[in-house]
């Protein structure tokens, strides 16, 4: 018999061993400008990645000026220094950079990619762009107006419709969390170019800023660059105010939005998260994993290839500064939409209860393990995680011991993690479809009490 018949072919193949991983070392330095330089160095190809990381969050929005964080970021390639945007596009073009430009609640990134060779020319558009926007007032009303749009758009989107609900009824009235973090109508509709260059002046200082670079350079290269395009940029971003984590509901509550004649539903299920430097980060990576961050997740499992509700369920913690978000998310058919909802419920709670079975902890362990390198095969991957450093306090050597870190979390640990930080009996179950053919389904499940929501009325 030949080796080839001998296979068993109704058993998939073991998985391969962990190939070896090396995090370069993260080597430090600080600007006379106070701007903290993080550097890692791979020289395998002749490629670099500068992102310069501005304390300008939308944590750091004037109260009334929801928006202006991600606005002014989205103004930055309309115009600066002596170039237009036309000439900005020309000028990254000609260079054969590759732009990046990010914004969320807690900071604002601005950087490129390129050959080593162009680093100088690169930075001296790098610096442009973060220190002198023109923010031209015509580009400042278009860009608004567009967004005003999108937002008009999304509504009428029911999966967009559903996450922007969840997050609005997962966080009080008051927290900036509760709202979608580009604005709402009513803050977007009023901005005004003063308002994006207050906001300007104010966060995009280096004082509390870094400068996260990876590739073929090194430190006294990065540093030399810095303080010749730099030159001149002072000042100081006070940290912004946490705002209070608390859970807006007290009991789990369904809020059904009406969008009649709906073949399906958009499912959410949410609560209040956890910072993203928080102790217990490893062992809720691997619950959240088995529970829905897989595709052979026990969520995906259950209700797309177990019951055929679903083309898929996933589940996943949005970590920030500030406690941030948990939710799992599902577009089901109508019909069996009460069942999904109870089954997801279930499938939490289980999690709670029992200690999963050790091949449901290997196999969430080694697929994480296995798929964190993938992450760092790009300068522009290695700068991320500098900046994941920078942003949140954790320490150099952190990811060259993070799967190791992650292959240490025990049945025991997830299980505990489940039970501090999931909150299946305060959960905002917000639910995007047909109100008069679901209600009575889901009040049938007595999981809490069902409210018929107006995003019009909630979403102002």
């Keep these: 018999m030949s080796a080839h018949d001998e296979l068993d072919r109704t058993r998939p193949p073991a998985p391969g061993a962990l190939r070896p991983f090396h995090f370069p070392p993260v080597q430090r330095a600080t600007l006379s400008s106070g701007l903290q330089v993080l550097l890692a160095e791979n020289h395998t190809f002749p490629l670099a990645t500068l992102d310069l990381v501005l304390p300008a969050g939308g944590l750091s929005e004037p109260e009334g000026k929801g928006g202006v964080s991600s606005l002014t970021s989205g103004l930055l390639e309309s115009g600066a220094g002596a170039r237009d945007a036309a000439e900005v596009a020309e000028r990254v073009d000609e260079l054969g950079l590759v732009l990046e430009n990010g914004n969320s609640w807690d900071t604002t990134l601005v950087g490129f990619t390129g050959l080593n060779t162009r680093l100088d020319a690169g930075m001296e558009v790098l610096a442009d762009l973060a220190i002198r926007p023109t923010f031209p007032a015509d580009e400042v009303e278009r860009i608004r107006n567009e967004r005003l749009a999108g937002l008009t758009q999304r509504r009428n989107d029911p999966g967009a419709l559903a996450d922007e609900l969840v997050t609005h009824f997962i966080f009080p009235d008051a927290h900036p969390f509760s709202r979608r973090m580009g604005g709402l109508a009513c803050t977007l509709a009023i901005l005004a170019r003063e308002d994006v260059t207050a906001f300007h002046d104010a966060h995009y200082r280096p004082g509390g800023a870094w400068l996260c670079a990876a590739g073929d350079l090194t430190l006294d290269e990065v540093v030399r660059l ?51 430097n928080h102790p217990d980060y490893f062992a809720i990576t691997v619950l959240n994993a088995i529970l829905g961050g897989t595709f052979s997740s026990r969520l995906n499992l259950n209700l797309r290839e177990k019951l055929g509700y679903t083309y898929g369920a996933s589940s996943s913690f949005g970590m920030r500064r500030a406690p941030g978000t948990f939710h799992v998310s599902s577009a089901i058919q109508s019909e069996p939409t009460p069942h999904a909802v109870s089954e997801i419920l279930r499938d939490m709670r289980e999690v709670q209860q029992d200690l999963v079975p050790r091949e449901d902890l290997e196999n969430a362990q080694n697929y994480l393990a296995g798929v964190f390198p993938l992450g760092l095969q790009t300068t522009d991957g290695l700068s991320g995680k500098l900046s994941t450093l920078a942003v949140y306090g954790l320490p150099d050597d952190y990811f060259g011991h993070y799967r190791e870190r992650l292959l240490a979390v025990t ?3 997830v299980r505990e993690a489940a039970r501090t930080h999931l909150m299946p009996d305060r959960a905002a179950i917000v639910i995007v479809g047909d109100a008069g053919a679901l209600r009575p389904g889901l009040e049938a499940l007595n999981a809490g009490p069902v409210q018929i929501v107006d995003p019009a009325t909630e979403l102002r």
């Design 226 to 276: 810095a303080e010749r395009h730099f030159a001149g940029w002072t000042g100081s971003v006070p940290a912004p105010a946490e705002p209070q984590a608390t859970n807006r509901l007290q009991q789990t509550t369904i809020l059904l939005a009406d969008r009649p004649g709906s073949v399906q539903s958009e499912v959410r299920v949410g609560h209040i998260g956890v910072p993203r």
């Design 411 to 413: 049945r025991e640990e």
